[in-house]
Structure formats: C-alpha cells, structure tokens
C-alpha cells in the first residue's frame, strides 16, 4: 500500500459493515464500513495504527486517498 511516495506492506482483507461488531474492533477516528458504502461501491478502506504511522506520520489520514496494488481507495 502506499500514499504518495510512502509506501510499506499490508495486508488487504475484504470485509462488511458487520466485521467490526463480529472482532469486537474499536476505531480510533474515523467510521467503519457501511451498508451504504458496499451498495454504492465506494472506494473506502479502514487502516490499522501501524499502517496510519508508516505512511502518515503525524499527519491524519482521514479523507486521503490510499493506493492499494496502484489503485486508488
């Protein structure tokens, strides 16, 4: 994955609206995916922490886009 000339190793997992409920995950920003997102086809992701530190920094990455395999999320 990568952000502009950042980039670091991943792994890319599709899931739904449900996964977040079913691992009992918290968000640290953000929302999760959502029936709405899936049913328009929306170009959305959730980003782990070390993700977010590797390719952001400091920076927030909400509303940016992210390339997975060079196409863009």
């Known amino acids: 994955v990568r952000v502009e000339n950042r980039k670091t190793e991943a792994n890319v997992v599709g899931v739904g609206p449900q996964h977040l409920d079913l691992r009992a995950l918290k968000l640290g920003s953000g929302r999760f995916i959502s029936t709405e997102d899936l049913e328009s086809t929306r170009k959305v992701c959730v980003i782990g922490m070390t993700v977010v530190k590797e390719l952001f920094g400091e920076e927030n990455p909400l509303g940016r886009t992210l ?4 196409a863009p999320h």
């Open 67 to 70: 390339y997975i395999a060079d």
